[in-house]
């Protein structure tokens, strides 16, 4: 029987069939050549992580389509996120259906495509009218002198104030959104995210003035170590952050989102910095640019810096007035933005043209927030707001933000998480393929072939 075999064996080398052990060789260097191959992924996902990640989305938003005028225009809900797109030229409309007491807020987050040559002049225009014409609200936000193409936010809103002959009654309101500036310079069409938000009324009227005493000298900016914090894609990803000193990486061309619980009495204050270079031009005006938004998504300020190799820049919020409802009756953006308890946004941006003078990087981003002011009890609303609990901090908000917990941690980190998720699921694959090759080997040597 064994001369037999050996026969067999000789005859199929002959023949040109490998022998078992040849075989199982062969298995095990293309085993072994495809878990180079997937260990090789990590790199060239890295690679391509190095373009900016376009905004995030909110995972549960709504497809809908702006009309050209009032007759078709779609229905927005409060307490909903929509996705949707704006032209070029022209105004699309939205359509609110209101009732005689709420007041209501939609946020237009313009998107333009990563990439995209805007001008300082570019930018987008939301009003809000009722269905005489008659205009509630009005707004314009630009580039401007970080003329890098980024996600703009711009909200409308619909106020109840006894100040205002119109914008009072029950029934359909129109949201009115579009371009402003060259739109020569930003041909394509931009996407677009809507939330709208509703706030109930008050139970009891209180003061119909914004509060005229309170702290508005800069502190002095936290100091001490800092923790890793990677920055959200978007709105609905921003990583959760509390006081402190946060850390994270930051290409040309990308935006990072991060989020601030603060109650009703609570002032925040915030600076972003970047860390010095080695090689590169000397200096970029207007290098990074620092974006607050409250609950609702209406801008609050923004802040600009330089970059220069020989000294650090910040860029940092002007002083702003501790949470309270009062606020919405002060003259300045900047101080009636400051109306609601809830999340606040931090949104940072690294302009494009630093990659011209100093490399795709990543550049070491430094974020320094302050939340200061007493607890206070919060106005006592007569209902809920859409959607619920928007205009309110809970406790776990304050645990995410201090773990670094919610929706967006790691956020910026979503591309890295994916390559993660991809190259390891890849790895481990091969890993037990090679294992299972070896089972087989050794099964086989031990019995006939």
């Known amino acids: 029987m064994g001369r037999r075999t050996a026969r067999w064996r000789r005859e199929r080398a002959r023949r040109g069939h490998p022998s078992r052990s040849a075989r199982a060789r062969a298995v095990l260097v293309g085993a072994a050549l495809l878990l180079c191959t997937t260990a090789a992924l990590p790199g060239q996902y890295a690679l391509a992580a190095e373009t900016p990640s376009p905004y995030a989305f909110a995972p549960d938003a709504r497809s809908v389509t702006g009309a050209p005028g009032t007759t078709d225009a779609a229905p927005l809900t409060p307490g909903t996120t929509y996705q949707s797109s704006l032209p070029s030229s022209g105004e699309i409309y939205y359509s609110l259906r209101l009732d005689a007491t709420s007041d209501a807020y939609v946020s237009v987050t313009a998107v333009p495509a990563p990439g995209s040559t805007v001008s300082a002049s570019d930018g987008i225009r939301v009003s809000v009218k009722d269905a005489d014409g008659g205009l509630c609200s009005l707004e314009t936000e630009r580039f401007g002198v970080v003329s890098s193409a980024r996600p703009l936010a711009v909200w409308g809103r619909r106020e109840i104030s006894a100040d205002r002959t119109g914008c009072k009654n029950a029934g359909t309101y129109y949201v009115i959104v579009s371009r402003v500036g060259t739109t020569a310079s930003a041909p394509d069409a931009w996407d677009l995210e809507l939330f709208a938000t509703s706030e109930p009324p008050l139970e009891h009227a209180d003061a119909t003035s914004a509060p005229e005493a309170w702290n508005s000298a800069s502190p002095t900016p936290l100091t001490g170590d800092d923790v890793r914090r990677e920055g959200g894609s978007g709105f609905a990803s921003a990583a959760s952050v509390s006081q402190g000193v946060w850390s994270s990486d930051i290409r040309p061309g990308q935006t990072l989102f991060y989020k601030v619980p603060l109650d009703w009495g609570r002032q925040l204050h915030a600076t972003a910095e970047l860390d010095s270079s080695n090689s590169g031009d000397n200096y970029l005006g207007n290098a990074l640019n620092l974006a607050l938004y409250n609950p ?144 087989v080997v050794a099964r086989r040597r031990a019995g006939a072939w």
């Open 296 to 439: 609702a998504r209406g801008l609050v300020d923004d802040a600009s810096a330089n970059y220069d190799l020989r000294q650090q820049d910040t860029a940092e919020l002007d002083p702003l007035p501790p949470v309270a409802y009062e606020n919405r009756y002060a003259i300045r953006d900047q101080f009636s933005g400051m109306r609601f308890a809830g999340s606040y946004y931090l949104v940072v941006h690294l302009a494009a043209e630093m990659a011209e003078k100093y490399g795709n990087g990543p550049f070491g981003l430094t974020l320094r927030v302050r939340v200061g002011g007493g607890l206070e009890a919060g106005p006592g609303y007569a209902g809920e707001s859409e959607p619920r609990g928007v205009f309110e901090v809970s406790p776990g908000d304050r645990a995410a933000a201090a773990e670094g917990g919610g929706a967006g941690a790691g956020g910026g980190g979503d591309a890295a998480m994916t390559v993660l998720a991809v190259s390891g699921i890849g790895a481990g694959t091969v890993v037990l393929v090679v294992l299972g090759v070896w089972a």
